[in-house]
């Protein structure tokens, strides 16, 4: 019995155990950290694209223009990614009009998972909102 309970306050693989995984967790951490970037962007970016193609569709004059100017006002603030707006249809009522919003935020791992052997590059996507537009 003296024994188990010797072997059980033994703490003297606790530094091997911590040098194995803190790693490990800290890796984890900064991939979590790097994809809620990447979901912050694309919310950014519907959130644009949905506002810009409202705020167009009720335009009555130009309504491209306005929707990519409202989509731009939108994300003109935006501290992480890269975006662009684009957009096409409207000007009629009835006629669809589109404002697409395409992002890209930076992968932090890309030369870690290059020295495996993957080649992944920035973290990309668009959002696209339609809206028919308004008018009499």
């Known amino acids: 019995m003296r024994h188990l309970k010797r072997w059980l306050r033994d703490r003297r693989g606790?530094?091997?155990?911590?040098a194995v995984t803190l790693p490990v967790v800290l890796l984890a951490?900064?991939?979590?950290?790097?994809?809620?970037?990447?979901?912050?962007a694309s919310v950014n970016a519907a959130n644009?694209?949905?506002?810009?193609?409202?705020?167009g569709s009720v335009s009555q004059e130009n309504p491209t223009g306005v929707s990519v100017a409202a989509?731009?006002?939108?994300?003109?603030?935006?501290?992480?990614g890269d975006y662009t707006v684009s957009s096409s249809?409207?000007?009629n009522p009835g006629v669809l009009l589109a404002v697409r919003v395409d992002w890209r935020v930076p992968n932090f791992f890309r030369g870690l998972l290059n020295f495996f052997g993957a080649d992944i590059g920035d973290?990309?996507?668009?959002?696209?909102?339609?809206?028919?537009q308004e008018g009499w």
């Open 71 to 80: 989509a731009n006002q939108m994300i003109a603030n935006a501290p992480i």
């Open 29 to 40: 951490t900064f991939a979590m950290i790097n994809l809620a970037l990447a979901g912050f």
């Open 89 to 91: 249809g409207g000007g």
């Open 48 to 55: 644009a694209a949905n506002y810009g193609a409202r705020i």
């Open 123 to 132: 973290f990309t996507g668009t959002s696209v909102a339609y809206f028919r």
């Open 14 to 18: 606790d530094m091997a155990e911590a």
